[in-house]
């Protein structure tokens, strides 16, 4: 069949069958899974309670709303985020609650804390913690496309209900609530950096949202090691004398090859990509330096840790092919780490988002080719913990890090779901609180799962 030339001036449109056939297998597998396990309605808190509490989310619901528009109309890139956390900062002093701004060194990090006796410090053992954490970094160019204006409005909400509530039922907090915010989850890996100095300390669990297309109770979150090659060559002129030069970007180009050639062998869910920083200035001149910046994903610790060996060493071939020198460059800090999702948090929020008339699907519905990386599995690896996707649009093919992503979350969807995110995180929350049973099987499964990892060493293993 003879095609029409196309117009080259414009890409290729991506083919819309690729979605729809996605949406069709979710549709069967979510027919076929059933409904998410959910806390039985014995367990937790009393339904008194959250139905109380449900009512004081709902009263929030115009300022939840107006601090997520607020911070859609005002996005800010990761330790930029200023205006985010001012705002933030005086809606909970409207609320008679004061915040620390600032907090471990990193100057938009805010933290405030509520429950148990105020001469109690936190990090006593007999004071059950529990951390919500909010993010409210935007991406440049697009803004909130990862929709952290709703999850922060998610994590407020949830922390001044349950200050609303304990103001209403003195001692209705067996225990502690802190607001953790934590910048720059797009651009750094500032969840680790604030563990590492002490945001977790005392803490017994935390838990936070992420805005998505789907109500999900949990998602395949892949671990990511952010690397840099940069290679060292000889300059010569490019047309006099090449065979003096020893050529930067030849050993880049190489690399970009042997990449491609590598996704081959890996495993369907880890992920490779890399740009090219820095490729030289003029053509008639042999380049001497090259850049390259990649990311390495993998779904399971051990298997990223593999990956990133196999990416190394390829990334030295193609400096003994070359002539070239090689410095890998890493981050000090462990990068994004795989989620570890606890499965009795995760129920309490199934049943907290079915009070809402939402009914998040089990994992392994969505395929797991749609998946991205989180910060917040640095903190799962240490404390048990939850982060579960809440829906912020009409559309199941809106993608992440899209504008149509941050259209989503500055609309009425992702205005109904800054309320109902609100509301589940605070009533998980309460819930753990008020049952020790909970409690110890929120323990017991994160210690099946494997326990607290050393994640800041990970590397050094």
């Not at 952290?148 to 609303?164: K, Q």
Request: net charge negative; with cysteine.
């Amino acid at each position: 069949m003879n095609r029409p030339l196309r117009d080259l001036s414009r890409p290729t449109t991506p083919c819309s069958a690729v979605q729809a056939r996605m949406a069709e297998e979710t549709a069967a597998r979510a027919a076929a899974a059933g409904p998410a396990p959910a806390l039985p309605e014995d367990a937790g808190a009393d339904p008194v309670l959250r139905v109380e509490l449900a009512a004081v989310t709902d009263s929030l619901a115009p300022e939840l709303v107006s601090l997520s528009r607020d911070l859609h109309a005002h996005p800010e890139v990761g330790h930029a985020e200023y205006h985010a956390v001012a705002a933030v900062a005086e809606l909970l002093r409207t609320h008679g609650i004061d915040s620390e701004v600032g907090v471990f060194g990193m100057e938009t990090a805010l933290r405030a804390e509520i429950g148990a006796a105020e001469d109690t410090p936190a990090t006593h053992p007999g004071v059950p913690t529990m951390a919500i954490l909010a993010e409210y970094d935007a991406l440049p160019g697009i803004g909130h496309g990862c929709g952290h204006n709703v999850m922060c409005a998610n994590s407020v909400g949830a922390f001044l209900a349950l200050a609303e509530l304990s103001r209403r039922r003195p001692g209705v907090l067996p225990g502690r609530v802190v607001l953790q915010t934590t910048p720059a989850e797009e651009s750094d890996t500032a969840k680790e950096i604030l563990a590492q100095r002490g945001m977790l300390d005392g803490v017994d669990a935390a838990i936070q949202t992420h805005a998505y297309a789907h109500d999900l109770a949990d998602q395949t979150w892949l671990g990511v090691r952010r690397m840099s090659a940069v290679y060292t060559g000889i300059p010569s002129h490019a047309s006099s004398q090449p065979f003096m030069g020893r050529n930067a970007l030849d050993a880049a180009t190489l690399a970009l090859t042997g990449l491609g050639l590598l996704r081959q062998q890996i495993l369907p869910m880890d992920r490779v990509h890399a740009v090219v920083d820095d490729g030289g200035r003029v053509a008639n001149v042999i380049p001497e330096r090259a850049e390259l910046n990649l990311m390495v994903r993998s779904k399971y610790p051990e298997t990223l840790k593999d990956l990133v060996g196999r990416v190394e060493d390829l990334l030295r071939g193609a400096a003994l092919m070359t002539g070239t020198g090689v410095e890998i460059i890493t981050d000090a800090n462990t990068n994004e780490m795989p989620v570890r999702s606890n499965g009795p948090l995760l129920a309490a929020w199934v049943r907290s988002q079915r009070e809402r008339g939402r009914d998040p699907l089990p994992a392994g519905v969505v395929p797991e080719t749609i998946a991205a990386g989180t910060d917040f599995g640095n903190v799962s690896l240490r404390v048990p913990g939850i982060h579960p996707l809440i829906k912020v649009t009409d559309r199941d093919d809106v993608a992440l890090h899209t504008r149509e992503m941050a259209a989503a979350a500055g609309s009425p969807t992702g205005d109904a779901a800054a309320v109902d995110g609100a509301y589940g995180l605070a009533a998980v929350a309460l819930d753990w609180l008020h049952d020790a049973d909970l409690r110890d099987a929120v323990r017991a499964d994160f210690e099946a799962a494997g326990g607290a990892v050393d994640v800041a060493g990970f590397w050094e293993e």
